[in-house]
């Protein structure tokens, strides 16, 4: 079907007299509006543009993934379309009976059952999170709090290996350090898995957790934090290490772990000799796998550092989603007493039983996807006002 026939834009009034209005707070992308129209539009344009591509690079490809569930949506609203212009030339027609006008208005009331539920299914295509399988490091580390926040970051530490498991993520802890009384002062995971790049990363922040400390018996409620970075781990293609920039030395484990810990040689340090980037893996018993983890590490730890190094922003992506650990910057509080966890970011809100949302399962997930959405909402909301502008500016004088 050809572009021109983009029939549900024909009445568009001229951009210039154009005001986006602001949504609703359910966060509905309102399809009539002339300027989502127009957005629309756009991408069936962009989508024939890549398709037609002999070659396309990775964002090229990206891209094309994201938009073609929402093209191909559009492309049966254009049909539908098209059937009802038909119906209504051809009642138009003189001397039909009055039972070929019958099937043709049943006819009708079956294509406008059928728009309505093509338009509910490219509002959710619209705002659903777009997952991909890949890999994030997450870090947890201990804030302000004492061994509070240590062994609250022990529960978060329990909490997201569970949600691993919920959702069949690959899991495999790259580096632990423990407290004197069981809780941890920091962690790092490897997590590999569908959806894991994107859910994840909603945990990036300052968590606050209230409660009654665990090392007391009464006395107040005490307030710690603990923060959470998440890092994307890049791809074969997008970091390759040679292997004499490396540095590694096989060394046996210490702490905690039982027989085997000092008994082999199971411990991996690796180091970047170009940039002095050291890391260590001890927590399996196997050394290979040991390696396997530190230069999965070390490389996503090297990508971060190209990143910010080519970045404008004077902070690493880390300290934009710590933060320097003070309490007022969390994004989620875990309150004890009132038993309850409350999301302080837009698409978040308030949970009941605390105890059922650090199990790591279904409520996780969902508040997860509820801040994806609302983070997709807003992207998709400024995607239309940067088209607008850019047409009204390459549009100037035209008209």
């Known amino acids: 079907m050809s572009l021109p026939r983009f029939t549900f834009i024909r009445s568009i009034c001229k951009l210039e007299n154009l005001i986006l209005r602001r949504y609703s707070a359910q966060n509905t992308v309102n399809l009539s509006d002339p300027a989502v129209q127009r957005y629309l539009n756009h991408l069936m344009l962009e989508h024939a543009t890549l398709e037609t591509k002999p070659r396309r690079n990775i964002d090229e490809a990206r891209r094309l993934q994201e938009i073609k569930p929402i093209v191909l949506a559009l492309e049966q609203r254009i049909s539908l379309y098209d059937s009802i212009d038909s119906l209504k030339e051809l009642n138009k027609r003189e001397g039909q009976d009055e039972e070929i006008k019958k099937m043709i208005k049943e006819e009708a009331e079956i294509y406008l059952k059928r728009m309505k539920e093509v338009d509910g299914e490219l509002q959710s295509i619209v705002l659903d999170p ?3 399988d890949g890999g994030v490091l997450v870090e947890v580390t201990a804030g302000a709090g004492g061994q509070e926040a240590m062994l609250f970051a022990r529960e978060l530490l329990d909490m997201y290996k569970s949600y691993c498991e919920y959702k069949e ?3 495999d802890i790259a580096s632990l350090e423990k407290s004197d009384l069981g809780g941890i002062r920091k962690v790092s995971l490897l997590i590999k ?4 790049p994107e859910l994840m990363k909603m945990e990036a922040g300052v968590h606050r957790v209230q409660r009654i400390p665990v090392t007391e018996k009464g006395g107040r ?4 934090t603990i923060s959470v970075a998440v890092l ?3 791809s074969d293609l997008e970091l390759d290490i040679p292997d004499r920039d490396l540095s590694i030395e096989t060394k046996r484990a210490s702490g905690a772990g039982g027989q085997h810990v000092n008994t082999t040689d199971s411990a991996v340090r690796i180091t970047h000799i170009p940039t002095g980037t050291t890391v260590e893996c001890q927590e399996g018993r196997s050394q290979i796998k040991n390696k396997e983890i530190a230069l999965q590490k070390l490389r996503t730890l090297l990508l971060q550092k190209q990143i910010d190094e080519q ?3 004077i902070n690493s992506e880390r300290k934009s989603q710590i933060g320097q650990s003070n309490r007022n910057e969390k ?3 875990y309150n004890y007493p009132q038993d309850r966890v409350t999301e302080h970011r837009e698409g ?16 996780l997930e969902l508040l997860q996807e509820s801040l994806l959405r609302q983070q997709k909402y807003q992207a998709i909301m400024n995607d239309i006002n940067d088209f607008i502008v850019k047409y009204k500016a390459d549009n100037a004088g035209k008209s």
């Open 130 to 132: 777009f997952l991909t």
């Open 169 to 171: 993520w690959e899991v």
């Open 193 to 196: 898995g569908y959806g894991a």
């Open 221 to 224: 409620i005490h307030t710690s």
């Open 232 to 234: 994307p781990q890049p």
């Open 311 to 313: 970045s404008s922003k």
């Open 331 to 333: 994004i989620r509080t």
């Open 348 to 363: 978040g809100g308030t949970t009941h039983s605390l105890k059922t949302f650090l199990q790591g399962g279904e409520p």
